[in-house]
C-alpha cells in the first residue's frame, strides 16, 4: 500500500445557528489500516476543519460516546476500522432517531430520561447497613442479569429499532434490558415497582421483536431477549394482579 | 454565549465519574433536604473511571489483613505516602466496596456466593474485587445508576466547568460552567464544592486515558490558589498496546500471564524482581514478585531491557510479549474476557493462541490537586478527591487496584465534609459571584472569539502535539536535568504559542473545538507544574526516576512537591512538605524473594 | 437560531434494512397461516354438516388454486417456525448453573424437539 493513499469521508454537516438543512461535506484522509473511523474524524477536526463536532473519548470501545450511521449502519466510530470499507468513500451521519444537536451529536435527553423511568437501581425493603458484609450471590445467579448489565449506552440499538422511531411512549431496548437486569439481580426486590412502570401501555408492548437491536449491540447485551422475557415476567405479573387485586406484590 | 444564568444548590460537584458520583450519593443520603448539583463534561458514564479493568483493593478475606493491605500500600509508594491517609483508607475501604455490592455492583462471586479476590502487583496477599476485567465500567454505571434514586441530585451534563467563584471571604461558592448545547455560561453556585475532574494522562502522547482526560480540574484549582502535590510522578503501565495505548489489564498477569523479551526468557528476573515459577507451577503467580512487581518497576524494566537490544521492534515502537496462552481460553473468557476482546479487535491476534505485544504506557497521575486527609484543599470550602486530588495514598507509585477504590473512599469522605461545611457557612453573596462568572464569561469571549485567536496562527493540534513529544522525551520513564530543562524550556515557548491559537469556529453551539482549546490550557497548566515539579526532585523514587541522580534521598525527599501556580504563568514556585510517616518508618524497596519481609 | 434538526421516518421505513423486510416477511406469515386455520375451521364444519358436505367441499380444494394456496400457506408456517423456534433462546434462556444452554441446543431442546415429538404422537395416533 503506498504512503499517500486516502479515503474519502463524507460527513453529516448541521448547525442549529445558521442551517435549516443538513448537508454533506466531503473530505480526504490520509488512509492508515489500523485507524478507526473516530480516528479519521479527529484527524479531521485537528487539521481540516476544527468546526466538524462529535463526541468521543476513550477510543477502546466502553465509554458509549461515539455511536454514529457509518454507511447507513449503527457503530462505534472507535470500533469501525477505514481497512473494512477502504477503497470506497465513508459516509458518517448521527445516529438515527434522535434529534441532531450539531453535525454527528444527537440530543440524547430522551434516552436519559428512559433510563431513569425504569428503576435501574437496587431496591430493598430492608435497610441499608454494610455491617453485615456483602449480599450472597452465587454466580449462577450473576450469570441470570449479567450479560444485561453489560450496556455501556451507546444507543446503537435505538438506531436500529423501528419502534423507537415511531412510538415515543416506547422506553427502548436499553432501557428496558436495563430494568430487566434489575429485575433478574438476586438482591433485589423491586420487581413488582419496576413491572409497573413497564407495563403501561407502549412503554414495553410496543416491542415487536424485529431483534436488530441485538445484531447492532457492540456488548451482546441482547435486549430484544431481555424484552420478551421481561414481557413474559410482566404477562404472569398482570395475570397475577388480575387474579389477586390486592395481593399483587411479588 | 449572551447571558449568564444562576443555578443555587447547596454543593457543588465538578466531575461526574466515581469519585464525583460517590460524593454526590454521600451528600444526598445524609442530608435529603440539600439539593446537590453535578456539573460534567461529558454524560456520567462516558467518564473515564468506565475504562478501568481489573479491579478494586479492600480487605475482606481471613488470611488477609488491614496491616497487610497498608504495608504494601506504603512500600509501593516507596514511602511517599502519608500514612496516616493510608490507614483511613484501608480501613474504611471494605465498608466502601460492600456499600458498592448493596447498590449492585455485579462483583464476580465464590462458589460459596462471596465476592470472589485476585492478586494484583505489589500485594502481599490477594485483595482485588473485581468484575471480570470490566470493573470500572460496573462500578460507575453502578454508582451513576443508584444516583438516578435520589431527586435531590442534579445534573448538570455536558456543562464546561471553567472557573471556581470564590466569595469576599475567599471561601469556594461555585463555579462557572459552559452549556456545551448552547454556550451560555451559567454560575452553578453553592455553599461548597468539590472537584473530581480524574487525571491528566493526555499532557503525554501515549496514553492509556481518554480523550477528556485533561486536567481541566487540577488546571482550575491551580490557577485559583491551591498547589499541585507531587506532580512529578507519573505512572506508566508496564502493558499497555502498540500503537493506541489501550489498556490490557494488570488483571491478566494476576490471572497468572507473564512477560517474555524477544528470545522467549521471563526478564524481569533479571532486575531484582525475584525467580519465576513455571506457569504450572501452583504457587504460580508468585505475589509480589516477577509479573505482579509493582508497576513503576516494571516499566523501568522494560527500558532496560530495550537498551539491551531484547525487546521487539514493531512499527509501533518496541514491545515486549504478555504472554497468556498457557491460561486456557476458558479462563481467559470468564476472568479477562475484555483483554480477548480487546487483543483481538485492536491488535489483531487471539491471545488464546498468540502473545501480546506490550510496552509501558502513561496511565495516572499520583500527583494533583493539594488535599489534606479530610480531602479538603487550602481554600475554604473547596474539596478533591479521586485522581484529580492528592491526599496523598499514592505517594511515589500507586498499587494497582487502589484508586478504584480511593475514587469510593475518599469521594465519600469529601461528600461527608463538603456538605458539613455547606451547613456550618450557609451564606454568600450572589451578585459577586455573578460578577465573577460574567467576568469569565467575557475572558472567554475576549480570548477566543476575538483576535488574536480570531486571526491567529497557531492550530490546537500542532500545540498539544509538541507538547506531547517534549513531555514523553524530557519527562518519560527516566529523566535527567538536560531533558527536564529542555522539556520546561518547550512548555513555556508553548504557552506563548497558545495566546496565538486560532480558532475555525466562533459559534456557541456545542463548539467541541472552544473546549478543545480550554483542555489544551488546562493540559499546558498541568504540564507545567510535572516538569518543575521533576526538575526540582533532585532523586529517584518510584516513578520519578532520575538519572542523574539515581539513588533515593530521603534526607531531602522524604517531602511532597508543592508547586503554586504564578500569575504571570511563569516556572510554578516550588515548596516541600514533610510525608507524615506514623508506624512505618522507610525503608528498602523489595519485591522477590524477600519480598515484605522487611517489615517491621 | 433554528434548533435542532429532526429527521423525517419514511412511510416505507421497513425497506430501509433488509432485516426490517425480514421482520416484515416473519410478521406476514401470521396472515398466511390465519388464512390456512379459517380453511381447516370450514372443513371442520363441512365434516360436521355431513359426508355430502365434507365431500363437495373436499372437492372445491382439489383446484389447482386451492392447492397453490396451501402450498404458499405451508411455506409460510414453515418458515414462520423456524423463526419462532430461532427466538426460543433469547426469550427462554436455560442455564445449567452458570452456563447458558448454547442457542442450537436450545432449539432443539425448547424448539424442534418438543414439536417433532408431539407431530410423531399426532402422526401414530391418526395413521395407526
Same mark, same amino acid.
Given at each position: 500500500?503506498?504512503?499517500?493513499?486516502?479515503?474519502?469521508?463524507?460527513?453529516?454537516?448541521?448547525?442549529?445557528?445558521?442551517?435549516?438543512?443538513?448537508?454533506?461535506?466531503? $473530505?480526504?484522509?490520509? $488512509?492508515? =489500516?489500523?485507524?478507526?473511523?473516530?480516528?479519521?474524524?479527529?484527524?479531521?477536526?485537528?487539521?481540516?476543519?476544527?468546526?466538524?463536532?462529535?463526541?468521543?473519548?476513550?477510543?477502546?470501545?466502553?465509554?458509549?460516546?461515539?455511536?454514529?450511521?457509518?454507511?447507513?449502519?449503527? &457503530?462505534?466510530?472507535?470500533?469501525?476500522?477505514?481497512?473494512?470499507?477502504?477503497?470506497?468513500?465513508?459516509?458518517? =451521519?448521527?445516529?438515527?432517531?434522535?434529534?441532531?444537536?450539531?453535525?454527528?451529536?444527537?440530543?440524547?435527553?430522551?434516552?436519559?430520561?428512559?433510563?431513569?423511568?425504569? &428503576?435501574?437501581?437496587?431496591?430493598?425493603?430492608?435497610?441499608?447497613?454494610?455491617?453485615?458484609?456483602?449480599?450472597?450471590?452465587?454466580?449462577? =445467579?450473576?450469570?441470570?442479569?449479567?450479560?444485561?448489565?453489560?450496556?455501556?449506552?451507546?444507543?446503537?440499538?435505538?438506531?436500529?429499532?423501528?419502534?423507537?422511531?415511531?412510538?415515543? =411512549?416506547?422506553?427502548?431496548?436499553?432501557?428496558?434490558?436495563?430494568?430487566?437486569?434489575?429485575? &433478574?439481580? +438476586?438482591?433485589?426486590?423491586?420487581?413488582?415497582?419496576?413491572?409497573?412502570?413497564?407495563?403501561? +401501555?407502549?412503554?414495553?408492548?410496543?416491542?415487536?421483536?424485529?431483534?436488530?437491536?441485538?445484531?447492532?449491540?457492540?456488548?451482546?447485551?441482547?435486549?430484544?431477549?431481555?424484552?420478551?422475557?421481561?414481557?413474559?415476567?410482566?404477562?404472569?405479573?398482570?395475570?397475577?394482579?388480575?387474579?389477586?387485586?390486592?395481593?399483587?406484590?411479588? | 454565549?449572551?447571558?449568564?444564568?444562576?443555578?443555587?444548590?447547596?454543593?457543588?460537584?465538578?466531575?461526574?465519574?466515581?469519585?464525583?458520583?460517590?460524593?454526590?450519593?454521600?451528600?444526598?443520603?445524609?442530608?435529603?433536604? /440539600?439539593?446537590?448539583?453535578?456539573?460534567?463534561?461529558?454524560?456520567?458514564?462516558?467518564?473515564?473511571?468506565?475504562?478501568?479493568?481489573?479491579?478494586?483493593?479492600?480487605?475482606?478475606?481471613?488470611?488477609?489483613?488491614?496491616?497487610?493491605?497498608?504495608?504494601?500500600?506504603?512500600?509501593?509508594?516507596?514511602?511517599?505516602?502519608?500514612?496516616?491517609?493510608?490507614?483511613?483508607?484501608?480501613?474504611?475501604?471494605?465498608?466502601?466496596?460492600?456499600?458498592?455490592?448493596?447498590?449492585?455492583?455485579?462483583?464476580?462471586?465464590?462458589?460459596?456466593?462471596?465476592?470472589?479476590?485476585?492478586?494484583?502487583?505489589?500485594?502481599?496477599?490477594?485483595?482485588?474485587?473485581?468484575?471480570?476485567?470490566?470493573?470500572?465500567?460496573?462500578?460507575?454505571?453502578?454508582? /451513576?445508576?443508584?444516583?438516578?434514586?435520589?431527586?435531590?441530585?442534579?445534573?448538570?451534563?455536558?456543562?464546561?466547568?471553567?472557573?471556581?467563584?470564590?466569595?469576599?471571604?475567599?471561601?469556594?461558592?461555585?463555579?462557572?460552567?459552559?452549556?456545551?448545547?448552547?454556550?451560555?455560561?451559567?454560575?452553578?453556585?453553592?455553599?461548597?464544592?468539590?472537584?473530581?475532574?480524574?487525571?491528566?494522562?493526555?499532557?503525554?502522547?501515549?496514553?492509556?486515558?481518554?480523550?477528556?482526560?485533561?486536567?481541566?480540574?487540577?488546571?482550575?484549582?491551580?490557577?485559583?490558589?491551591?498547589?499541585?502535590?507531587?506532580?512529578?510522578?507519573?505512572?506508566?503501565?508496564?502493558?499497555?498496546?502498540?500503537?493506541?495505548?489501550?489498556?490490557?489489564?494488570?488483571?491478566?498477569?494476576?490471572?497468572?500471564?507473564?512477560?517474555?523479551?524477544?528470545?522467549?526468557?521471563?526478564?524481569?528476573?533479571?532486575?531484582?524482581?525475584?525467580?519465576?515459577?513455571?506457569?504450572?507451577?501452583?504457587?504460580?503467580?508468585?505475589?509480589?514478585?516477577?509479573?505482579?512487581?509493582?508497576?513503576?518497576?516494571?516499566?523501568?524494566?522494560?527500558?532496560?531491557?530495550?537498551?539491551?537490544?531484547?525487546?521487539?521492534?514493531?512499527?509501533?515502537?518496541?514491545?515486549?510479549?504478555?504472554?497468556?496462552?498457557?491460561?486456557?481460553?476458558?479462563?481467559?473468557?470468564?476472568?479477562?474476557?475484555?483483554?480477548?476482546?480487546?487483543?483481538?479487535?485492536?491488535?489483531?491476534?487471539?491471545?488464546?493462541?498468540?502473545?501480546?505485544?506490550?510496552?509501558?504506557?502513561?496511565?495516572?497521575?499520583?500527583?494533583?490537586?493539594?488535599?489534606?486527609?479530610?480531602?479538603?484543599?487550602?481554600?475554604?470550602?473547596?474539596?478533591?478527591?479521586?485522581?484529580?486530588?492528592?491526599?496523598?495514598?499514592?505517594?511515589?507509585?500507586?498499587?494497582?487496584?487502589?484508586?478504584?477504590?480511593?475514587?469510593?473512599?475518599?469521594?465519600?469522605?469529601?461528600?461527608?465534609?463538603?456538605?458539613?461545611?455547606?451547613?456550618?457557612?450557609?451564606?454568600?453573596?450572589?451578585?459577586?459571584?455573578?460578577?465573577?462568572?460574567?467576568?469569565?464569561?467575557?475572558?472567554?469571549?475576549?480570548?477566543?472569539?476575538?483576535?488574536?485567536?480570531?486571526?491567529?496562527?497557531?492550530?490546537?493540534?500542532?500545540?498539544?502535539?509538541?507538547?506531547?513529544?517534549?513531555?514523553?522525551?524530557?519527562?518519560?520513564?527516566?529523566?535527567?536535568?538536560?531533558?527536564?530543562?529542555?522539556?520546561?524550556?518547550?512548555?513555556?515557548?508553548?504557552?506563548?504559542?497558545?495566546?496565538?491559537?486560532?480558532?475555525?469556529?466562533?459559534?456557541?453551539?456545542?463548539?467541541?473545538?472552544?473546549?478543545?482549546?480550554?483542555?489544551?490550557?488546562?493540559?499546558?497548566?498541568?504540564?507545567?507544574?510535572?516538569?518543575?515539579?521533576?526538575?526540582?526532585?533532585?532523586?529517584?523514587?518510584?516513578?520519578?526516576?532520575?538519572?542523574?541522580?539515581?539513588?533515593?534521598?530521603?534526607?531531602? /525527599?522524604?517531602?511532597?512537591?508543592?508547586?503554586?501556580?504564578?500569575?504571570?504563568?511563569?516556572?510554578?514556585?516550588?515548596?516541600?512538605?514533610?510525608?507524615?510517616?506514623?508506624?512505618?518508618?522507610?525503608?528498602?524497596?523489595?519485591?522477590?524473594?524477600?519480598?515484605?519481609?522487611?517489615?517491621? | 437560531?433554528?434548533?435542532?434538526?429532526?429527521?423525517?421516518?419514511?412511510?416505507?421505513?421497513?425497506?430501509?434494512?433488509?432485516?426490517?423486510?425480514?421482520?416484515?416477511?416473519?410478521?406476514?406469515?401470521?396472515?398466511?397461516?390465519?388464512?390456512?386455520?379459517?380453511?381447516?375451521?370450514?372443513?371442520?364444519?363441512?365434516?360436521?354438516?355431513?359426508?355430502?358436505?365434507?365431500?363437495?367441499?373436499?372437492?372445491?380444494?382439489?383446484?389447482?388454486?386451492?392447492?397453490?394456496?396451501?402450498?404458499?400457506?405451508?411455506?409460510?408456517?414453515?418458515?414462520?417456525?423456524?423463526?419462532?423456534?430461532?427466538?426460543?433462546?433469547?426469550?427462554?434462556?436455560?442455564?445449567?448453573?452458570?452456563?447458558?444452554?448454547?442457542?442450537?441446543?436450545?432449539?432443539?431442546?425448547?424448539?424442534?424437539?418438543?414439536?417433532?415429538?408431539?407431530?410423531?404422537?399426532?402422526?401414530?395416533?391418526?395413521?395407526?
Amino acid at each position: 500500500m503506498p504512503d499517500n493513499e486516502t479515503i474519502t469521508l463524507e460527513l453529516f454537516r448541521y448547525h442549529p445557528e445558521t442551517d435549516s438543512e443538513p448537508r454533506f461535506q466531503s $473530505y480526504d484522509v490520509p $488512509y492508515d =489500516e489500523d485507524w478507526v473511523v473516530l480516528d479519521a474524524i479527529n484527524w479531521i477536526k485537528d487539521y481540516v476543519d476544527g468546526s466538524v463536532t462529535h463526541r468521543w473519548s476513550c477510543r477502546m470501545g466502553v465509554c458509549g460516546s461515539c455511536g454514529m450511521m457509518v454507511n447507513g449502519e449503527p &457503530k462505534l466510530t472507535c470500533a469501525a476500522f477505514l481497512k473494512n470499507y477502504y477503497p470506497f468513500p465513508i459516509k458518517v =451521519e448521527p445516529l438515527v432517531n434522535f434529534p441532531v444537536e450539531r453535525d454527528l451529536v444527537v440530543d440524547m435527553e430522551g434516552f436519559m430520561d428512559k433510563l431513569q423511568d425504569v &428503576k435501574p437501581y437496587i431496591i430493598r425493603d430492608d435497610v441499608n447497613d454494610t455491617s453485615g458484609g456483602e449480599y450472597r450471590q452465587s454466580p449462577a =445467579e450473576l450469570a441470570q442479569y449479567k450479560q444485561y448489565s453489560m450496556c455501556i449506552n451507546c444507543m446503537l440499538c435505538y438506531s436500529a429499532c423501528p419502534v423507537v422511531g415511531h412510538e415515543d =411512549e416506547f422506553l427502548g431496548p436499553a432501557a428496558l434490558a436495563l430494568g430487566h437486569r434489575y429485575n &433478574k439481580d +438476586s438482591r433485589d426486590q423491586g420487581q413488582s415497582e419496576r413491572l409497573e412502570v413497564m407495563l403501561s +401501555s407502549e412503554a414495553m408492548w410496543g416491542c415487536t421483536f424485529v431483534g436488530e437491536c441485538s445484531v447492532v449491540c457492540p456488548k451482546h447485551v441482547d435486549p430484544a431477549g431481555a424484552i420478551q422475557q421481561a414481557k413474559a415476567m410482566g404477562a404472569q405479573e398482570y395475570f397475577k394482579r388480575f387474579v389477586m387485586p390486592k395481593g399483587a406484590g411479588v | 454565549m449572551s447571558h449568564v444564568t444562576t443555578h443555587e444548590h447547596d454543593v457543588i460537584i465538578i466531575g461526574g465519574g466515581g469519585a464525583g458520583l460517590r460524593a454526590a450519593i454521600a451528600i444526598a443520603e445524609e442530608n435529603p433536604d /440539600f439539593s446537590v448539583a453535578c456539573v460534567s463534561k461529558v454524560y456520567p458514564m462516558r467518564s473515564h473511571t468506565v475504562t478501568a479493568e481489573g479491579g478494586a483493593a479492600a480487605v475482606i478475606k481471613d488470611h488477609d489483613s488491614l496491616e497487610d493491605h497498608i504495608y504494601d500500600t506504603i512500600s509501593g509508594a516507596d514511602w511517599l505516602a502519608d500514612q496516616d491517609a493510608v490507614e483511613y483508607f484501608v480501613n474504611r475501604a471494605p465498608r466502601e466496596m460492600i456499600q458498592l455490592e448493596h447498590w449492585g455492583c455485579p462483583w464476580s462471586r465464590k462458589p460459596d456466593g462471596t465476592v470472589a479476590v485476585r492478586p494484583f502487583g505489589g500485594m502481599k496477599i490477594e485483595r482485588t474485587w473485581f468484575a471480570a476485567d470490566k470493573t470500572g465500567f460496573h462500578m460507575l454505571h453502578s454508582l /451513576f445508576q443508584t444516583t438516578l434514586k435520589y431527586g435531590n441530585i442534579v445534573r448538570y451534563d455536558e456543562h464546561f466547568a471553567t472557573k471556581l467563584l470564590l466569595d469576599d471571604e475567599g471561601r469556594c461558592r461555585g463555579c462557572a460552567a459552559i452549556e456545551l448545547r448552547t454556550g451560555t455560561v451559567r454560575a452553578v453556585l453553592g455553599k461548597s464544592v468539590i472537584i473530581c475532574t480524574g487525571g491528566a494522562g493526555k499532557a503525554f502522547p501515549f496514553t492509556t486515558n481518554g480523550a477528556i482526560k485533561t486536567g481541566d480540574g487540577m488546571a482550575m484549582a491551580y490557577q485559583a490558589g491551591v498547589a499541585l502535590k507531587d506532580m512529578e510522578f507519573i505512572q506508566y503501565h508496564p502493558t499497555g498496546l502498540p500503537g493506541t495505548g489501550i489498556l490490557i489489564t494488570e488483571a491478566s498477569r494476576g490471572e497468572g500471564g507473564i512477560l517474555v523479551n524477544k528470545d522467549g526468557h521471563r526478564y524481569l528476573q533479571d532486575y531484582d524482581l525475584g525467580q519465576p515459577l513455571d506457569v504450572n507451577d501452583p504457587r504460580h503467580p508468585q505475589k509480589r514478585a516477577m509479573e505482579l512487581g509493582p508497576r513503576d518497576k516494571l516499566s523501568q524494566c522494560f527500558i532496560k531491557e530495550k537498551n539491551a537490544g531484547r525487546t521487539i521492534r514493531t512499527r509501533d515502537g518496541h514491545v515486549v510479549h504478555l504472554d497468556l496462552r498457557h491460561l486456557g481460553e476458558k479462563k481467559i473468557d470468564k476472568r479477562i474476557p475484555f483483554v480477548r476482546e480487546l487483543a483481538r479487535s485492536y491488535a489483531g491476534i487471539d491471545p488464546v493462541h498468540q502473545p501480546i505485544p506490550v510496552r509501558p504506557v502513561v496511565h495516572y497521575v499520583m500527583g494533583g490537586i493539594d488535599v489534606d486527609s479530610n480531602s479538603a484543599t487550602n481554600i475554604p470550602g473547596l474539596y478533591a478527591a479521586g485522581e484529580c486530588a492528592c491526599v496523598s495514598i499514592n505517594g511515589a507509585n500507586r498499587l494497582g487496584s487502589n484508586s478504584l477504590t480511593e475514587l469510593l473512599v475518599f469521594g465519600g469522605q469529601a461528600g461527608t465534609h463538603a456538605a458539613r461545611f455547606a451547613m456550618d457557612h450557609p451564606d454568600y453573596d450572589v451578585s459577586a459571584l455573578l460578577a465573577q462568572a460574567g467576568d469569565e464569561r467575557d475572558r472567554i469571549r475576549r480570548t477566543y472569539f476575538s483576535s488574536p485567536h480570531k486571526s491567529g496562527s497557531e492550530r490546537i493540534a500542532v500545540i498539544r502535539k509538541e507538547l506531547h513529544e517534549s513531555m514523553e522525551d524530557g519527562a518519560g520513564i527516566y529523566r535527567d536535568a538536560d531533558s527536564l530543562e529542555s522539556t520546561c524550556t518547550k512548555i513555556a515557548e508553548l504557552r506563548e504559542r497558545y495566546a496565538n491559537v486560532a480558532l475555525d469556529d466562533h459559534t456557541n453551539s456545542f463548539n467541541t473545538e472552544l473546549t478543545a482549546a480550554l483542555e489544551l490550557s488546562s493540559l499546558l497548566d498541568v504540564a507545567q507544574s510535572m516538569a518543575h515539579s521533576a526538575m526540582q526532585r533532585t532523586e529517584s523514587r518510584g516513578s520519578h526516576q532520575r538519572l542523574d541522580h539515581p539513588e533515593r534521598n530521603d534526607d531531602d /525527599f522524604l517531602a511532597h512537591s508543592l508547586a503554586y501556580h504564578q500569575e504571570d504563568g511563569s516556572a510554578p514556585r516550588i515548596e516541600y512538605r514533610p510525608v507524615t510517616i506514623t508506624k512505618w518508618p522507610p525503608g528498602a524497596r523489595t519485591y522477590g524473594a524477600d519480598s515484605g519481609l522487611k517489615r517491621e | 437560531m433554528s434548533g435542532q434538526y429532526h429527521r423525517s421516518h419514511s412511510r416505507a421505513w421497513f425497506m430501509e434494512r433488509p432485516a426490517y423486510i425480514r421482520f416484515m416477511i416473519r410478521e406476514l406469515t401470521s396472515f398466511f397461516m390465519a388464512a390456512y386455520l379459517i380453511v381447516l375451521i370450514i372443513t371442520l364444519a363441512k365434516v360436521g354438516a355431513g359426508e355430502a358436505a365434507a365431500a363437495e367441499w373436499l372437492q372445491a380444494l382439489s383446484g389447482t388454486g386451492w392447492k397453490v394456496a396451501h402450498a404458499v400457506a405451508l411455506a409460510a408456517a414453515v418458515w414462520h417456525t423456524i423463526t419462532f423456534f430461532a427466538a426460543v433462546p433469547q426469550a427462554m434462556p436455560i442455564y445449567i448453573g452458570e452456563d447458558r444452554l448454547p442457542a442450537p441446543i436450545a432449539k432443539i431442546v425448547m424448539g424442534y424437539g418438543p414439536w417433532l415429538t408431539v407431530t410423531a404422537v399426532i402422526l401414530w395416533g391418526v395413521l395407526r
